[in-house]
């Protein structure tokens, strides 16, 4: 059984970080591509960041590039989502998920397994 714990999440002030962390088991983590989305309150789940699975390759969606950086480290099991200058419109309920292949993109159809979410709300 594939699980994804979610952690990290906070209220932090316009302008703060956090650091989310999401750790795999029950899936060979170290040969898939992993991402992240967000939700937040009335809208619907967006894209955030993926990187591949030898972190060769990251992207991100257009606004949070440039302050979001997305990681890996397979020997942990672990994706990380570094998150600098956040602004109140990141509140969101942040999900990592697991792909189904070496690489993915920004859409959810590409991943396969999906935390609980963990809340973060940037305060003004």
């Known amino acids: 059984q594939v699980q994804l714990i979610e952690s990290g999440g906070g209220l932090v002030q316009a302008g703060g970080s956090l650091r989310l962390s999401c750790v795999v088991s029950g899936r060979t983590f170290s040969s898939v591509a992993m991402g992240w989305f967000r939700q937040a309150p009335g809208k619907e789940r967006e894209f955030v960041a993926a990187i591949s699975w030898n972190a060769d390759s990251a992207h991100y969606a257009d606004s949070v590039r440039g302050r979001f950086t997305i990681s890996r480290d397979n020997a942990k099991n672990t994706v990380y989502l570094q998150m600098n200058s956040l602004k109140p419109e990141d509140t969101a309920v942040y999900y990592c998920?697991?792909?189904?292949?070496?690489?993915?993109?920004?859409?959810?159809?590409?991943?396969?397994?999906w935390g609980q979410g963990t809340q973060v709300t940037v305060s003004s």
């Open positions: 998920a697991v792909a189904r292949g070496y690489y993915s993109g920004s859409s959810e159809g590409q991943y396969d397994y």
